[in-house]
């Protein structure tokens, strides 16, 4: 690697960090590409988690239901999302093998009919409004991601309904969530000011912020601020940043939740 692009990457890198409060109670679930950092200790049975962006890669969304035994809802109106959902809930009652890439090299799920059943599928997106909006494709083939925000600049696109999370957890019977996950194709930034704007009772947020993969040069700089001043608006919140990939994947817990956990210790 140039040793100029070595210095930078280091240097952005660091800046990951910033903020960042580290807390021995985590544990990856998931895939390589899409699972996150979350409590060890802290999700039940009692848990409800919403999984917002689903793609062709459940393994967070059915790790969490398999492990913790939780009442977890994925969300992604996406035809090939609902595809892959569908094809693995037949792999899993006919006991066959089922991975979250097409090459079947790697992540295999593991998870159990019985456990896949208490899964809902929503096939709809989430929002700061209810209505019919497009979703651009991407320019990358066989990249499963398609933005509302037309995050990857292209003139395609598909019609799909969104909805807000007030909406949704009112029909669904929901006063908090222990769990909210945001891999959204750049509308994360408008989801989280919703949230935080409705005082929505989220004790979790998981989140990537997709925007720093599609930008480079001075662009790329652009993206960390965007993504530095959505991360400040859940740190004013009262959130605490406990985790952070070097490309912003974050785990974010309520500080009140911290409490709850570290005095179990």
């Not at 979250?100 to 790697?106: I, L, M, Q, R």
């Amino acid at each position: 690697m140039n040793p100029l692009k070595a210095i930078i990457k280091s240097a952005l890198a660091s800046r990951a960090q910033r903020h960042v409060r580290p807390f021995k109670d985590l544990i990856y679930l998931g895939s390589v590409n899409h699972g996150y950092h979350v409590p060890a200790s802290y999700l039940t049975s009692a848990s409800v988690c919403y999984c917002v962006g689903a793609g062709t890669d459940v393994s967070l969304d059915t790790e969490l239901a398999s492990r913790f035994n939780a009442r977890v809802f994925v969300f992604d109106p996406m035809p090939y999302a609902l595809a892959h959902f569908t094809d693995l809930v037949k792999s899993a009652k006919a006991g066959k093998k089922y991975y979250a890439d097409s090459n079947k090299t790697g992540y295999a799920y593991t998870i159990s009919s019985e456990a896949l059943a208490a899964v809902t599928y929503c096939a709809t997106g989430v929002w700061n409004e209810k209505k019919i909006v497009k979703f651009y494709v991407p320019a990358r083939d066989n990249y499963a991601g398609h933005s509302i925000t037309n995050l990857q600049k292209t003139e395609a696109y598909i019609e799909a309904p969104v909805d807000t999370l007030v909406n949704i957890m009112r029909e669904l019977g929901h006063q908090q969530l222990d769990l909210l996950k945001l891999e959204i194709e750049g509308s994360e930034y408008t989801v989280i000011e919703d949230v935080l704007a409705n005082r929505i009772d989220v004790k979790i947020i998981l989140v990537e912020f997709d925007e720093f993969h599609h930008r480079g040069g001075l662009a790329r700089l652009l993206a960390i601020r965007n993504i530095e001043k959505s991360s400040q608006q859940l740190l004013n919140a009262g959130y605490k940043l406990v985790h952070s990939l070097g490309f912003y994947k974050r785990t974010f817990i309520r500080e009140d939740i911290l409490e709850e956990i570290g005095s179990r210790y």
